[in-house]
């Protein structure tokens, strides 16, 4: 939940969070419904992060999910930014996202 390494909550943070350089655990009951479900247990935090990758044609859906194990807020950033030269996109190709696909802030809570 970082983008650089950090002490948040009176915990330190590695940078980029724990996800990214983990290898991702795969749900056996999703995968053999054609879905590719993996959910992280945060140690730093009390969090547990879930990605759900979906196939329907030339379309892939990525659907995240973050719970709190906790009564109390914790912070977290997300941010998505895939690594496109890695995909082999070439000149012509385009990303579509549907029109809800935009920066997004939570509501404050209160």
């Known amino acids: ?10 915990r330190e943070l590695p940078d980029h969070g ?6 991702a655990p795969v749900d056996p009951a999703a995968a053999a419904r054609g879905e590719l479900v993996s959910t992280w247990q945060l140690r730093s ?4 992060f879930t990605r759900r990758i979906t196939l329907s ?4 859906r990525f659907a995240y999910a973050l719970t709190n194990r906790s009564a109390r807020p914790a912070p977290f950033l ?3 930014h895939p690594l496109l030269a890695l995909l082999a996109l070439r000149a012509g190709d385009r990303l579509r996202l549907p029109p809800a696909a935009k920066n997004r802030r939570p509501a404050a809570p209160g």
């Open 78 to 80: 997300w941010a998505w």
């Open 1 to 10: 939940p970082t983008v650089g390494a950090c002490r948040a909550a009176g």
């Open 18 to 23: 724990e996800t990214w350089n983990t290898p």
């Open 45 to 48: 935090l009390p969090l547990d």
């Open 57 to 60: 044609g030339a379309t892939a």
